[in-house]
C-alpha cells in the first residue's frame, strides 16, 4: 500500500521497502531500528506486499503478503484475486492452465495437502472480509472500487509481470520526497511518551468533552454568557507553552495557574458580546444593550458606591439619550458606545475579576485532576511501566533530523475495522468512526512507512491513524467548523517557492494531516512521531537547516517561539534560517512582531495585504476540494531571521522574493469567494490595548463572498514588498454589533480594511 501511495504522490513505483531504509538515506542515529535483509523477490511482488520467510515446521521457505495475511508456499503470481476485496474469486482473471479457478487461497490449501501438512486455520480466519482489520492496510485491490482486470501471467521467466493499479489523488498537497537539511544533536528515546492507545484516545475524548461543557456551564452561571468563540482551543495552546504535565492534550502542571488567554477572552465578553455591524439600527440596538447590560451587572455585583455611581449615571444618560435623539448616524451610535466602554469598562473588569479567575482556576484544577486519571489508567494498560530514566550524558554526534522515538515498546494494540465510502476511508474501533479522504490516508501510510520502525508489517498501522485522528477531533471540537483554523497552511505553490529559492525542509509547525514535509514539529510527539513528527519545536533545538514557521496565532505562543528562534540564531554558528509567517496585527502591534522587527537577526519584512492571499483549510483531510482554499482576512508579515552564514547561503535577494511573492498570489483557477471555514464575531476597536489584544485572538474570518467582503476587496487591491517599518494599516472606525449568542456571529465587516482588528485563524498548534 505504501507503494501505492508512493506512487499517487509523486508517481513512482518504487520506494524503500522498510521506514528504516527511508532513515538511512538521511543518517539517523542509531536509534532502536528495525534492519530488514535485501528482498528476494521481485520488486513488483515486494511492492504488492510479498515477503520470503521461513516455515520451521515445513523447514522449507513459503511466501507471506502483509496486506493480505495469505501464506503460498509456490512464488505468488501478480493478477491473482485478493481475497479481501474479492474473496470468492469472481472477479479474478483466468490464468493460462488448468487451474485457472483457483485463487491464492485454493491454491495454498492444495499445496498444503499435497505436502501432507496441516491446514493453518488460524491465516485462513483472517483472510474472512467481513470486516477487514489490522493489519490489512489497503493494499493494491482495496484503493479501487473496480475489480482488476489483467490477466494472470504464468510463472515464467519469459513475462514480465504488469504493475499493479493504485489509486492516484486528484490533486497532490505535499512533497514527500524532500529531504531535509535539519541538522540536530543525537538525542536518546523519548522515555516520559507513553506509547498510544484507543482505549485512551477513547477516555481522552469522553474528559475533553466533559471539561469544555463545565467551561460553558461556568461561564453562563458565573456571568451570563457564552464561551468566547474557540477560547477553549486557545487555552490549550496558551496552556501547552508552559506546561510540564504528562498528558499530551491536557494541561496539568501549569504556572501561573490563572490563564492570561482565557481571563483576556471572557473579560472581553463581558457584560455582553460584541460583534461587527453594517446597519444604524444595529448600532443603536447594540449602545442600548450595553449600557443595559452594564447597569443590570453593577447592581447584581458587590462594587464600591464610586464604581456603581459611575457605571449606572452612564448608562441612564445613553439611555436617555438614546430615547431623545433619533437622528443619529451610525458613527455617532458607535462614538457613543466607545466613550461608554471607556468610563465602564474598568468597573465592571473590577467587579468581575474575582469571578472571571475562578472559572479560570476551575477549569485548570478539572485539568489537573483528568490528567493524573489517564496517567494512571494508561500506565495499567502497559506491560512494562515506565522507570525513571538516568541522567545520559550530552551527545555530541550531529546528525540529520529524524522522527521521535519512544522508549517504551507498544503493548498489544486491538483490531480497527476499515472500510471505504467513496473516496472516504473510515475507520472504526468500539463503535467510534473516524474518517480521511483516500489522498490523506495514502499520505499517512507513507509517512508511517518512512517513520515507524517498530511496524515492520503494519500490524499496528490502522489503530495508529484511528488514535491520531481522533487525537486532532478532539483538539478541534465538535462545534460546527470549530477548530478548522487550528491547521491552516501555507499554499502548495509558496511551500514549493521556499524550497526552490530559500532550501526549506521542514516546517517548525504542522501535523501529519497538513504537513507538506515529511519531517515537520507537531504538539503530539507520542502519536505523529509514527508519521514523521520531530516533536514540538519549542522543545527541537537544530543546529542548521532552512525552516518555515507558521505558528497558531496565539500571542504567548508566537512570543515563545521568537524567543526559541533568537537562542537558537544565537548559538550556531552554522548556516541557519527561519522565514516566519505571522498576522499583521497593528493595533496594537503584538510583542512577537515587536520582536522580530526589532531583533538584529531580521534580514527581511514582506507585508502580504489582506484578502490578496490564501491558506489551505484545517480540515483538508476531510474538506471538499472546491473548499480547501480561503481567502485571508488579516494582512500576513514574513520576516526572514537569519545568522550570517544562513543569510549568506539563502539571502532574501530580490529575485527570490520576487518569486515568493507570485507564489502567494490566489491561483485563477480557484473561485474568487473567500472561502472560510466559517464565521467569527469581531469586536469594535478602541484605544485600551488590553482589550483590544482580546479582540484579536477572538475574532476569525468572515464568511464566504458577503458583500462587505467585497468593499474590503476593493480597498486591499496592492501587495506590499517593502520593508515596513512601526507603520500602521489600521483603520480605527471598525463597527461593531451584537449577537444573541455566542454561536452565530455576524458576516459583515465596515468599511475599514484593517489587517489587525480581523485576526486570523488559528493554526495548529505545536508547542
Avoid at 504464468?154 to 504493475?163: D, I, R, W
Avoid at 531580521?602 to 480547501?628: P, V, W
Avoid at 552564514?645 to 502567494?664: D, Q, V
Avoid at 469586536?683 to 479582540?695: E, M, R
Wanted: overall charge neutral.
Amino acid at each position: 500500500m505504501s507503494n501505492d501511495s508512493q506512487g499517487s504522490v509523486k508517481g513512482e513505483a518504487a520506494i524503500m521497502p522498510s521506514p528504516s531504509g527511508s532513515a538511512s538515506s538521511q543518517e539517523p542515529p542509531l536509534s532502536p531500528s528495525t534492519t530488514s535483509k535485501p528482498p528476494e523477490l521481485p520488486d513488483e511482488l515486494v511492492q504488492a506486499g510479498w515477503s520470503k520467510c521461513w516455515s520451521r515446521r515445513e523447514n522449507r521457505p513459503y511466501y507471506f503478503n502483509r496486506f493480505t495475511n495469505q501464506s503460498l508456499w509456490e512464488v505468488p503470481v501478480l493478477g491473482q484475486h485478493d481475497v479481501i476485496s474479492d474473496p470468492l474469486g469472481l472477479n479474478a482473471a483466468p490464468a493460462e492452465g488448468g487451474d485457472s479457478n483457483l485463487g491464492n487461497g485454493k491454491r495454498k490449501r492444495r499445496s498444503s495437502e499435497e505436502q501432507g501438512a496441516v491446514p493453518n486455520n488460524i491465516k485462513r480466519a483472517k483472510m474472512e472480509p467481513t470486516t477487514p482489520i489490522s493489519p490489512s492496510t489497503p493494499g493494491v485491490k482495496p484503493w479501487n472500487s473496480a475489480p482488476e482486470d489483467k490477466p494472470a501471467q504464468p510463472a515464467t521467466p519469459t513475462t514480465p509481470s504488469p504493475a499493479p493499479a493504485v489509486y492516484k489523488p486528484a490533486v497532490i498537497y505535499w512533497d514527500l520526497d524532500a529531504q531535509t537539511n535539519a541538522v540536530i544533536r543525537e538525542h536518546p528515546p523519548a522515555n516520559h511518551l507513553l506509547p498510544p492507545h484507543p482505549e485512551m484516545e477513547m477516555l481522552r475524548a469522553q474528559l475533553v468533552t466533559k471539561l469544555r461543557q463545565h467551561y460553558h456551564e461556568l461561564c453562563h452561571q458565573r456571568e451570563g454568557i457564552d464561551p468566547p468563540r474557540e477560547s477553549f482551543n486557545r487555552w490549550l495552546l496558551e496552556r501547552k507553552v508552559i506546561d510540564k504535565g504528562h498528558d499530551p492534550l491536557l494541561p496539568s502542571d501549569c504556572d501561573p495557574v490563572v490563564s492570561p488567554s482565557m481571563f483576556r477572552e471572557i473579560m472581553n465578553d463581558i457584560p455582553i458580546r460584541l460583534a461587527r455591524i453594517k446597519y444604524k439600527e444595529e448600532a443603536r440596538k447594540l449602545l442600548f444593550r450595553y449600557a443595559e447590560a452594564a447597569k443590570r451587572m453593577i447592581d447584581s455585583r458587590n462594587a464600591s458606591p464610586e464604581s456603581r455611581k459611575v457605571v449606572k449615571w452612564n448608562a441612564e444618560d445613553t439611555m436617555s439619550w438614546l430615547r431623545r435623539d433619533h437622528s443619529a448616524s451610525k458613527e455617532d451610535y458607535m462614538d457613543r458606545l466607545e466613550h461608554l466602554r471607556q468610563q465602564c469598562g474598568p468597573h465592571l473588569t473590577a467587579v468581575a475579576k474575582d469571578s472571571v479567575e475562578g472559572i479560570c482556576s476551575k477549569i485548570y484544577q478539572l485539568s489537573v485532576e483528568y490528567s493524573r486519571r489517564m496517567r494512571q489508567t494508561h500506565l495499567s494498560l502497559l506491560h512494562d511501566p515506565p522507570t525513571e530514566a538516568s541522567a545520559s550524558p550530552q551527545q555530541s554526534r550531529l546528525v540529520y533530523c529524524y522522527p521521535v522515538r519512544l522508549a517504551l515498546a507498544s503493548p498489544p494494540l486491538p483490531r480497527v475495522e476499515l472500510h471505504f465510502e467513496n473516496d472516504v476511508a473510515c475507520l472504526r474501533f468500539r463503535g467510534e468512526m473516524v474518517k480521511v479522504n483516500r489522498g490523506h490516508f495514502s499520505k499517512l501510510e507513507l509517512l508511517y512507512r518512512y517513520s515507524c520502525i517498530d511496524d515492520p508489517r503494519f500490524e499496528k498501522f490502522l489503530t495508529r491513524v484511528w488514535c491520531l485522528l481522533k487525537r486532532y477531533q478532539v483538539l478541534f471540537g465538535s462545534g460546527t467548523n470549530e477548530g478548522t483554523g487550528l491547521q491552516g497552511a501555507l499554499p502548495v505553490s509558496v511551500f514549493e517557492a521556499l524550497i526552490r529559492q530559500f532550501g526549506v525542509s521542514f516546517e517548525c509547525f504542522a501535523s501529519p494531516l497538513n504537513c507538506y514535509f515529511k519531517q515537520f514539529g507537531s504538539a503530539f510527539p507520542d502519536i505523529d512521531g509514527f508519521f514523521g513528527s520531530r516533536g514540538p519545536f519549542l522543545s527541537f533545538r537544530p543546529v542548521s537547516g532552512s525552516f518555515e514557521a507558521n505558528p497558531p496565532f496565539c500571542e504567548e505562543l508566537m512570543d515563545t517561539m521568537v524567543a526559541h528562534f533568537e537562542e537558537l540564531l544565537d548559538k550556531s554558528a552554522e548556516p541557519l534560517s527561519f522565514i516566519v509567517f505571522v498576522p499583521e496585527w497593528r493595533d496594537p502591534v503584538t510583542p512577537a512582531l515587536t520582536r522580530m522587527e526589532a531583533s538584529r537577526f531580521l534580514r527581511h519584512q514582506l507585508n502580504i495585504t489582506a484578502f490578496e492571499h490564501e491558506y489551505r483549510s484545517g480540515s483538508q483531510h476531510i474538506c471538499k476540494r472546491d473548499e480547501m482554499y480561503y481567502r485571508a482576512v488579516h494582512g500576513t508579515a514574513v520576516l526572514f531571521l537569519q545568522n550570517d552564514a544562513g543569510f549568506a547561503k539563502w539571502a532574501p535577494t530580490p529575485e527570490r522574493l520576487a518569486e515568493l511573492m507570485a507564489a502567494y498570489r490566489p491561483s485563477p483557477s480557484r473561485p474568487a469567494t473567500l472561502a472560510s471555514p466559517g464565521p467569527a464575531p469581531i469586536t469594535p476597536g478602541d484605544k485600551d490595548s488590553a482589550p483590544k489584544a482580546a479582540d484579536r485572538t477572538q475574532s476569525g474570518v468572515m464568511s464566504a463572498g458577503g458583500p462587505d467582503d467585497n468593499n474590503n476587496t476593493n480597498n486591499n487591491t496592492t501587495t506590499t514588498t517593502t520593508i515596513t517599518t512601526n507603520s500602521s494599516n489600521t483603520n480605527n472606525n471598525t463597527t461593531t454589533t451584537t449577537t444573541n449568542n455566542n454561536n452565530s456571529s455576524s458576516t459583515s465587516s465596515s468599511s475599514s480594511s484593517s489587517s489587525s482588528s480581523t485576526s486570523p485563524q488559528e493554526k495548529m498548534p505545536a508547542v
